[in-house]
């Protein structure tokens, strides 16, 4: 377990070359463990990264901030937010920062919507509640901070309106009262084959059945009042097997095990780069 962790984290940190001038400056993280964290958490800090954590729960949401070294944001302010209606202990976390090179200011938030648990428990009312919850967040810090101009909403969406017929969750344009901007949308508009499915029982190795799902989301909300940030282009990372790592899938039907590739997650990432205008 130890060496998966260890190779999970790195294979993270390939996504972030420090001598390229170009790092990731902000990454949302769902479903922490701690055996995960004792081994990334130390990784992306000699990295130059902040770590902020959701604590008090089994798994949960970390911010890494890139606050250290050159084109390093300023961080201004950062915390934890519970939802008012969960049974999973599910909120937000939001750090708002300012770029590197500007007065700029950029409210990034990670979360982990409820998850769906069966017909019994859908969470699909619940996760309606919590998006508004963090839109309504997102507007009162925009409306409070003046230098801040983009809120940026990321993290395991759960969201499921997306297939033909009927789907579990209403669209999300009609839950979410302004105008959200889907990163992955607005860079892929036209490209065959790219699905953007970040949950994928075809190509995840970890995976079985046939649930394919958009389940993770990067969404961006710019100020009309100032400038602009732009989603310029969007990738799926994690997608391949880490190198010499096998582990005993259970079949819950047959109650069989077969040895399967270890992948880095269960879901695929999503880095997202963008650009910013006065």
Not at 8 to 30: C, E, S, V
Not at 198 to 227: E, H, I
Request: glycine share 8%; net charge neutral; charged share 20%.
């Amino acid at each position: 377990a130890s060496a998966r962790m260890k190779a999970m984290a790195r294979n993270l940190l390939r996504q972030h070359d420090p001598q390229n001038n170009n790092p990731l400056l902000a990454i949302g993280f769902q479903e922490v463990i701690n055996e995960l964290a004792v081994h990334l958490f130390p990784l992306l800090k000699n990295q130059g990264y902040q770590i902020f954590r959701q604590e008090g729960a089994p798994y949960g949401c970390a911010i890494a901030l890139y606050t250290t070294g050159d084109n390093a944001c300023t961080l201004l302010d950062v915390s934890w937010q519970p939802y008012s209606d969960t049974v999973m202990a599910r909120g937000f976390l939001y750090a708002r920062f300012q770029l590197p090179f500007s007065g700029t200011q950029v409210l990034f938030t990670t979360t982990h919507l409820e998850s769906w648990c069966g017909k019994e428990y859908t969470g699909a009312p619940q996760r309606v509640k919590q998006l508004k919850q963090l839109e309504a967040f997102c507007s009162h810090q925009l409306e409070t901070y003046s230098p801040l101009q983009t809120s940026i909403i990321t993290g395991d969406l759960n969201w499921d309106d997306e297939r033909r017929g009927a789907t579990t969750d209403a669209p999300m344009a009609n839950v979410l009262t302004d105008a959200w901007i889907d990163s992955w949308l607005s860079t892929k508009t036209g490209t065959r084959g790219e699905t953007g499915y970040t949950y994928d029982s075809k190509l995840n190795p970890m995976l079985g059945g046939n649930l394919r799902r958009r389940f993770d989301r990067c969404l961006v909300r710019n100020s009309t009042a100032q400038g602009t940030v732009e989603s310029t282009s969007t990738k799926l990372v994690g997608m391949e097997p880490l190198v010499g790592l096998y582990w005993d899938k259970l079949n819950t039907y047959t109650r069989q095990t077969r040895e399967v590739p270890t992948a880095p997650s269960d879901h695929f990432g999503l880095i997202v780069q963008m650009n910013t205008t006065a």
